[in-house]
C-alpha cells in the first residue's frame, strides 16, 4: 500500500497535478488525431508507405533545425509561458486542418504542411515541456514525476487509438481533428491555473544561454553521451511504430482502422506499464540499466515482425512497448538527474533533437523498406539494429562507467 502511494507522490503538489490532467485529456486526444491523420493520408495516396513516411518526415524535420534553439529559450524564459503559447499554437493548426477535413476538399499537401508546421511548434513545446517537470516538483520527486509523465502520455496511447478506431468508423476523420484542436484548452488550462511561486525555477542566468555552451557541457560528460547515442540509433531504427503499425495492419492483416487503433492501444499499454515501474525509481539509473533495456527492446520489436497472427502481434508489441518506455525513462533519468540545471534546457533539447530528430531519417527509410519489403520486415530490421548497436556499445565499453566524481550531488 506505501509502495503505491509513493508511486503517486508527485501528484501531492499542486502545479504537477494540474498540468498531469490537463495533458492526459490533451494528448489523449492528440493520439486520436495521429491515428486519424495516418488513415486519411493511407486513403488519400492508395496505401503508400512512401506518403505516410514523408508525413512522418516533416512532422519531425523541424526538430532537426530548431530543437536546439529550443532548448535556449527554455534555459532563458519562462517555461510556463512557452508552453501556453505553443499549447494555443498546436490548437489553432488542428482547427484549421480539421475545418479542411470536413468541408471535403483536403488534400496530401495540405497534411504536409500541417505536418510541417505541427512539427514546428513541437520543437521548441518538447524539450521545454520535459524541462518543465523538474520546475514542477523539484529534483527529488523528478524520477517519479518523469515516470508519471510517461504513464499519462501512454495511457493516452492506450485510449486515444481505441476510441479513435471507433469515432473514425462512426464519425469520421475530420470530427476526430476538431475534437483534437478542442483538447489543447486542457492543457493551457492546467498550466494558467499553476502557481508561479511555486516553481523550483533554475536562477537567472547572468548572461544570454548558448546553444555551444550546452554542447560542450555534455561532450565533457561521457556518461551523457552514451544514453544519448543509444537513443539516436534506437529513435533512427526501431522507433518508427507511427509509420509500421498502420501498413501492418492494412497490408499485412487486412483489417480496418479499429485493429489499427488495437495494434497502437497494445504497444502503448506495454509501455504504461513500464510508466508505472519507474515510478518507484528515487535514484539515478545505471548504464547496465540503459543498455539491458535496449538490448531488451530491440529483440522484442524484432520478434514482432515474426507475428504470425493479429492476436500475436498484439502481445509481442505489448513486450516491445514495455521495453521501448523502459529504456526511454532510463536514458531521459540518467541524462536529467546528471545534468546541471542551469544547462537542463539545453541538454534536454540535445536529448530530443536525438529521440525525435532521428525519426524523419528513419521514417523514409521504413517507408522504404515497407513498400519494397513489407512491413514485417521493416519492423525487424528496426529490431536487429537496435540489437547490433547496443551489443557494439558493451563490447566497446571495457568497464562499469562511473559517475562523475566532481559532480555536485546537491543539485541533483
Request: with cysteine.
Amino acid at each position: 500500500m506505501l509502495t503505491l502511494k509513493r508511486a503517486f507522490d508527485s501528484l501531492s503538489v499542486r502545479n504537477f497535478r494540474l498540468f498531469f490532467l490537463g495533458q492526459l485529456l490533451s494528448v489523449t486526444c492528440t493520439w486520436m488525431m495521429v491515428i486519424a491523420q495516418d488513415w486519411l493520408v493511407l486513403e488519400l495516396s492508395g496505401d503508400s508507405g512512401t506518403a505516410l513516411g514523408v508525413v512522418t518526415a516533416l512532422q519531425f524535420t523541424p526538430v532537426l533545425l530548431l530543437t536546439l534553439y529550443g532548448g535556449r529559450l527554455a534555459d532563458r524564459h519562462s517555461k510556463r509561458r512557452i508552453l501556453v503559447l505553443a499549447n494555443l499554437t498546436s490548437g489553432t493548426l488542428a482547427l484549421a486542418l480539421g475545418l479542411w477535413v470536413v468541408w471535403g476538399d483536403v488534400r496530401l499537401w495540405h497534411i504536409w504542411l500541417f505536418a510541417l508546421l505541427l512539427g514546428t511548434v513541437n520543437s521548441v513545446e518538447a524539450p521545454t515541456r520535459i524541462a518543465f517537470v523538474g520546475e514542477m516538483v523539484g529534483n527529488e520527486l523528478l524520477p517519479n514525476a518523469s515516470a508519471l509523465s510517461g504513464a499519462y502520455f501512454n495511457a493516452a496511447r492506450v485510449a486515444g487509438p481505441a476510441a479513435a478506431g471507433l469515432l473514425i468508423a462512426r464519425l469520421g476523420v475530420g470530427p476526430v481533428i476538431l475534437l483534437n484542436a478542442c483538447s489543447y484548452l486542457a492543457a493551457v488550462a492546467g498550466l494558467v491555473l499553476m502557481r508561479p511561486a511555486e516553481l523550483h525555477g533554475p536562477p537567472a542566468p547572468t548572461s544570454s544561454p548558448r546553444i555551444t555552451d550546452g554542447l560542450r557541457y555534455v561532450s565533457r560528460r561521457p556518461d551523457l553521451v552514451l544514453p544519448l547515442a543509444l537513443t539516436g540509433v534506437l529513435g533512427l531504427a526501431g522507433f518508427n511504430f507511427q509509420l509500421t503499425l498502420p501498413l501492418l495492419a492494412k497490408t499485412e492483416f487486412r483489417t480496418g482502422s479499429a485493429a489499427f487503433g488495437l495494434l497502437s492501444s497494445s504497444l502503448a499499454a506495454g509501455s504504461l506499464l513500464a510508466a508505472f515501474a519507474t515510478t518507484a525509481r528515487r535514484t539515478r539509473p545505471t548504464e547496465a540499466v540503459v543498455t539491458g533495456s535496449a538490448l531488451a527492446f530491440g529483440a522484442a520489436e524484432a520478434l514482432t515482425g515474426l507475428a504470425p497472427t493479429l492476436p500475436t502481434a498484439c502481445l509481442l508489441l505489448s513486450l516491445t512497448g514495455f521495453a521501448m518506455m523502459y529504456f526511454a525513462q532510463a536514458a531521459n533519468h540518467r541524462i536529467q538527474l546528471g545534468s546541471d540545471p542551469a544547462y537542463r534546457g539545453r541538454v534536454i533539447a540535445l536529448f530530443t533533437l536525438i529521440f525525435m530528430g532521428t525519426t524523419p531519417l528513419g521514417a523514409l527509410l521504413t517507408g522504404w523498406l515497407s513498400d519494397h519489403w513489407g512491413p514485417r520486415w521493416s519492423l525487424s530490421a528496426g529490431g536487429l539494429i537496435s540489437l547490433a548497436a547496443t551489443a557494439l556499445t558493451l563490447a566497446l565499453t571495457p568497464a562499469p562507467e562511473q559517475d562523475i566524481p566532481s559532480l555536485d550531488k546537491s543539485r541533483i
